[in-house]
């Protein structure tokens, strides 16, 4: 195992070093493909964009389970210091997704050489998870067609989870995200004359305000919902007051029937506030995310294979509000997503300082093992 550490760390600092964003995985995608080939497995590239999969086969079994990891990275500018530090400037490896496609390498690895199981394995290798779109579109290229699966299970590091900790829950464990924009547009004029027009800036402030009563108001207190602005962006100058003005921001829920909820409201408040100040809203709502929802037999399964591997194994106690792509292929199969430790002292995701944690890589690969044998036993 020691080698195997050492190799996946190899591999996690180079795909640190030359990040690339969504659906722009052109090096990344290249570098999966050429390692499992070198590892004997079956490869399809270019699955809806820049996705991979690779197929690793053993037994006679006609089952097929689905393990996955996301590749892109985001536009943030490092600051970590690390000398594998992003060589592509204003981009960067902030969520440890070179983590994930490290270990999930490492599993292909593993698998490939010692066996175990009895059935088919597919490496899914997704493109474009942060903004949601690349799950979508590997389904879209008839991901489930061409490469069929009947489960489906993913990881990801959690900061301030102790390295070697595993987690996870049955049902939902991570939130969808809408995002929406407000348009709202009036009549601009002279700062020193505000009756002479329709400006936007105080019903704009208004409506960001009003926007809070849908979650304290409109949402059951049994019910979790968060809905936030964002940006507020106008036409304005100091002198000038407004004639134009965008609300941007998300709304995070668990069920169809709230958001459904939260879009019902926020068009209501928007064209009131629109109508008593007598200007013109336009509302655009778009679901980019669905809640992930675990199968709480498969969340079982996952936490019983992960209990020999883990120095602790342990149930969420509530889901998180951020969202994840990983959950739209839970639409399609049962399955579970879960989370690994990348240690207390790790700065969280998203930020410029963040680093993947080298020490988690093997246990990553092991619980991805360890899951896809579970569920594809030798008989």
Same mark, same amino acid.
């Given at each position: 195992?020691?080698?195997?550490?050492?190799?996946?760390?190899? /591999?996690?600092?180079?795909?640190?070093? *030359?990040?690339?964003?969504?659906?722009?995985?052109?090096?990344?995608?290249?570098?999966?493909?050429?390692?499992?080939?070198?590892?004997?497995?079956?490869?399809?590239?270019?699955?809806?964009?820049?996705?991979?999969?690779?197929?690793?086969?053993?037994?006679?079994?006609?089952?097929?389970?689905?393990?996955?990891?996301?590749?892109?990275?985001?536009?943030?500018?490092?600051?970590?210091?690390?000398?594998?530090?992003?060589?592509?400037?204003?981009?960067?490896?902030? &969520?440890?997704?070179?983590?994930?496609?490290?270990?999930?390498?490492?599993?292909?690895?593993?698998?490939?050489?010692?066996?175990?199981?009895?059935?088919?394995?597919?490496?899914?290798?997704?493109?474009?998870?942060? /903004?949601?779109?690349?799950?979508?579109?590997?389904?879209?290229?008839?991901?489930?067609?061409?490469?069929?699966?009947?489960?489906?299970?993913?990881? *990801?590091?959690?900061?301030?989870?102790?390295?070697?900790?595993?987690?996870?829950?049955?049902?939902?464990?991570?939130?969808?995200?809408?995002?929406?924009?407000?348009?709202?547009?009036?009549?601009?004029?002279?700062?020193?004359?505000?009756? /002479?027009?329709?400006?936007?800036?105080?019903?704009? &402030?208004?409506?960001?305000?009003?926007?809070?009563?849908?979650?304290?108001?409109?949402?059951?207190?049994?019910?979790?919902?968060?809905?936030?602005?964002?940006?507020?962006?106008?036409?304005?100058?100091?002198?000038?007051?407004?004639?134009?003005?965008?609300?941007?921001?998300?709304?995070?829920?668990?069920?169809?029937?709230?958001?459904?909820?939260?879009?019902?409201?926020?068009?209501?408040?928007?064209?009131?506030?629109?109508?008593?100040?007598?200007?013109?809203?336009?509302?655009?709502?778009?679901?980019?995310?669905?809640?992930?929802?675990?199968?709480?037999?498969?969340?079982?399964?996952?936490?019983?294979?992960?209990?020999?591997?883990?120095?602790?194994?342990?149930?969420?106690?509530?889901?998180?509000?951020?969202?994840?792509?990983?959950?739209?292929?839970?639409?399609?199969?049962?399955? &579970?997503?879960?989370?690994?430790?990348?240690?207390?002292?790790?700065?969280?995701?998203?930020?410029?300082?963040?680093?993947?944690?080298?020490?988690?890589?093997?246990?990553?690969?092991?619980?991805?093992?360890?899951?896809?044998?579970?569920?594809?036993?030798?008989?």
């Amino acid at each position: 195992m020691k080698d195997l550490a050492s190799l996946m760390t190899h /591999w996690r600092h180079d795909l640190h070093r *030359h990040p690339e964003f969504g659906f722009e995985e052109t090096r990344t995608a290249a570098f999966v493909a050429e390692t499992l080939r070198g590892l004997g497995l079956e490869v399809a590239e270019g699955i809806g964009g820049t996705g991979v999969v690779g197929t690793l086969k053993r037994g006679t079994s006609n089952r097929a389970i689905a393990l996955r990891a996301d590749m892109d990275a985001l536009r943030i500018t490092e600051a970590t210091g690390a000398d594998y530090a992003s060589q592509t400037p204003g981009t960067m490896h902030a &969520c440890g997704h070179d983590g994930h496609t490290a270990m999930l390498l490492g599993a292909a690895k593993l698998l490939a050489e010692e066996g175990g199981f009895d059935g088919t394995i597919r490496f899914l290798f997704q493109p474009a998870e942060e /903004w949601g779109q690349g799950a979508l579109s590997m389904l879209n290229d008839g991901l489930m067609e061409r490469f069929p699966f009947d489960e489906v299970y993913g990881l *990801h590091n959690m900061p301030g989870l102790p390295v070697g900790h595993f987690e996870t829950r049955p049902g939902a464990i991570m939130s969808a995200e809408d995002i929406f924009e407000i348009t709202l547009t009036g009549q601009g004029g002279h700062a020193s004359s505000p009756h /002479w027009g329709r400006e936007v800036m105080v019903p704009a &402030c208004a409506l960001v305000m009003d926007l809070q009563t849908i979650v304290s108001r409109r949402i059951a207190p049994t019910q979790t919902a968060v809905v936030s602005v964002t940006e507020l962006i106008t036409d304005g100058t100091r002198n000038a007051l407004p004639g134009h003005a965008r609300i941007l921001g998300d709304a995070r829920s668990f069920s169809p029937e709230v958001s459904a909820t939260i879009e019902t409201e926020m068009r209501r408040i928007a064209e009131g506030i629109a109508t008593q100040y007598g200007v013109t809203a336009q509302v655009r709502y778009d679901r980019e995310f669905v809640p992930t929802i675990n199968d709480p037999e498969l969340a079982e399964a996952m936490m019983q294979s992960a209990a020999p591997i883990s120095a602790v194994t342990q149930i969420r106690p509530e889901p998180m509000t951020g969202s994840e792509d990983f959950a739209r292929f839970l639409t399609h199969v049962p399955g &579970c997503f879960a989370f690994i430790g990348n240690g207390e002292g790790s700065a969280p995701l998203h930020a410029p300082d963040y680093d993947f944690n080298d020490a988690a890589l093997i246990h990553g690969a092991q619980v991805h093992a360890a899951i896809a044998r579970a569920r594809l036993p030798v008989s």
